[in-house]
């Protein structure tokens, strides 16, 4: 966040917690996030003692905080996603256009749902490519086979070229990718639990991870089918 937009955001946090809850109130609730407090039941005054206390947290604190109180928090898309969007409003990706805004909206306020719209994303850039050339899809439609089909129809695979460090890029870029899949798939609510298999929480500082590699990958797939196969 800009430091303005961090300032009003907590500006508005302040000003609602002040208007909901007692002193205690507030210690408990920012207590749920880690904030560190002070052991009072009354202060001067509840907003000017929330802004203290949020002064030094981290932006994922204070987004995530905001989110909980339905506080409206700045667009956090980075040009590379707002470029992939462009992209995809014209290039006619309808369905990872849906998957990639829905991943953008709840980027801090429901991280799992983010990191499942993500993979979503790329498996929905990769079936509407794989369309393009009249390929069919692979009998596992999930996103590591739909990636290694779009690499191997785009002469992308890494085990396709010569110099070394186009291998090192293109493989890096390839288990990016593949590693938003296997994160969705262990982590995010889109798929069960046994008894003994323990969810970790996802914060937004995965989900931000996950979103803007989607959009960084989903962009380079996008684009080299453009210039090699639509000019």
Request: charged residues 25%; contains cysteine.
């Amino acid at each position: 966040m800009k430091k303005l937009e961090r300032y009003n955001l907590v500006g508005k946090i302040a000003l609602e917690l002040q208007a909901t809850m007692n002193s205690s109130g507030i210690n408990i609730f920012l207590g749920g996030f880690g904030v560190e407090h002070e052991m009072v039941d009354i202060v001067p005054s509840k907003r000017i003692y929330v802004e203290k206390l949020l002064a030094s947290e981290q932006d994922d604190i204070i987004i995530e905080i905001a989110s909980e109180l339905n506080i409206e928090v700045p667009n956090s898309a980075t040009a590379t996603c707002k470029e992939l969007i462009n992209f995809l409003t014209k290039g006619g990706y309808k369905a990872a256009e849906e998957d990639f805004e829905r991943s953008l909206g709840y980027v801090n306020s429901d991280p799992e749902q983010a990191l499942g719209s993500a993979s979503s994303t790329l498996e929905s850039i990769c079936k509407t490519i794989l369309d393009e050339f009249n390929e069919e899809y692979p009998k596992d439609e999930s996103l590591q086979p739909l990636l290694k089909a779009v690499f191997s129809a785009m002469d992308l695979s890494p085990e396709g070229h010569a110099d070394p460090d186009i291998k090192r890029v293109l493989g890096g870029l390839l288990n990016a990718a593949i590693g938003i899949g296997v994160l969705r798939t262990k982590y995010s609510g889109f798929h069960g639990k046994g008894t003994d298999q323990k969810r970790k929480k996802l914060t937004g500082r995965h989900s931000r991870l996950a979103v803007n590699s989607c959009a960084a990958i989903g962009l380079f797939l996008i684009e080299t089918h453009i210039e090699r196969f639509q000019t």
